[in-house]
């Protein structure tokens, strides 16, 4: 009898020891860990396949990030004044892709080189400053993430951007972007950023004053249209603006040292209405005229920049 118990035993603890092997665990652990990566890769090419196919035609009222600066900041957002990109007049448009992704209308969703780039200075400085985001990698996190940096977060923005890039035509995307991104504490989209500093519509502003919502983007929490001046890096912005779209007719003195920002060109704009007149040209040696003080433009000046009716966003 005993000996029948021993055996029992010992057959039992055999096969224990042969179930909690290190390697069988591990073996266990890695199969579980990749089907729910698998798992958690589809669920979220759904959820971006549904939401692109849904913002082809809608305009969304609320984003992640609304909810976010809602939740942690306190922050109600303004109502968002949606403006078609054909009224959003293309030297704004211009300005924004010239800061923000110059090579937009080439990449897919991402900049590889950007993202590079970015890294290179982040580990030089010590700390995540700059993430080399596209403009569908910020649509990406303002309609969905939280503006938290996080490599998991740069990862799944990446891949929405990816994803979105794919389904979503370039000019929709540049609108959404325009319409949606933060300018301002629950100032979100460039038609309430209009309302919200100048009381004006985004196609009557000033040359200088579309320069000044343009610089702002990247950090339009802590700085706005009148205190970007005190941030080097805004004010390197704006310079870079204010050389590349100089206000017409103005005098130019002689050239400063060049920026260390992107200048590269961006696909041709359609022509205007008839009577428009060209955003003035930087001159043929390189340098850009630096200009005076820009005055407050009549709103003839940004009718100027207005595509005809029907004619392509960009």
Not at 184 to 190: A, D, E, L, N, R
């Amino acid at each position: 009898m005993n000996a029948r118990v021993s055996e029992t035993v010992a057959l039992r603890m055999a096969w224990l020891r042969d179930v909690v092997k290190p390697s069988r665990i591990a073996g266990k652990l890695v199969r579980f860990s990749l089907a729910g990566f698998v798992a958690a890769h589809v669920v979220l090419f759904v959820v971006v396949l549904i939401a692109s196919l849904v913002l082809l035609h809608l305009n969304p009222s609320l984003t992640a990030l609304m909810v976010w600066r809602d939740i942690t900041a306190h922050q109600r957002a303004e109502r968002v004044r949606f403006v078609p990109l054909h009224r959003i007049p293309l030297v704004a448009r211009r300005m924004v892709i010239r800061l923000e992704d110059y090579r937009f209308y080439s990449h897919g969703g991402i900049d590889l080189g950007a993202i590079r780039d970015a890294y290179l200075i982040d580990r030089s400085i010590g700390y995540p400053l700059y993430g080399g985001s596209t403009i569908p990698q910020q649509l990406a996190r303002n309609l969905f993430l939280t503006p938290r940096k996080t490599f998991l977060r740069k990862y799944t923005e990446a891949l929405i951007a990816i994803e979105m890039d794919l389904l979503i035509p370039k000019n929709r995307l540049l609108e959404l972007y325009l319409n949606l991104i933060e300018w301002g504490k629950g100032v979100y989209g460039i038609g309430t950023a209009s309302y919200y500093y100048y009381g004006e519509n985004v196609s009557n502003l000033s040359l200088d004053e579309l320069r000044r919502l343009a610089t702002i983007i990247t950090n339009p929490i802590r700085f706005n249209v009148n205190t970007f001046q005190k941030s080097r890096q805004m004010q390197a912005r704006y310079d870079y603006l204010l050389s590349r779209f100089p206000d017409p007719q103005s005098e130019p003195t002689e050239p400063g040292p060049p920026l260390a920002l992107p200048d590269q060109p961006l696909p041709p704009l359609p022509p205007g209405p008839a009577g428009s007149q060209p955003v003035p040209a930087v001159p043929a040696n390189g340098q850009p005229p630096v200009t005076a003080a820009p005055v407050r433009a009549s709103p003839s000046i940004a009718a100027t920049q207005m595509p005809a009716p029907g004619t392509p966003g960009f």
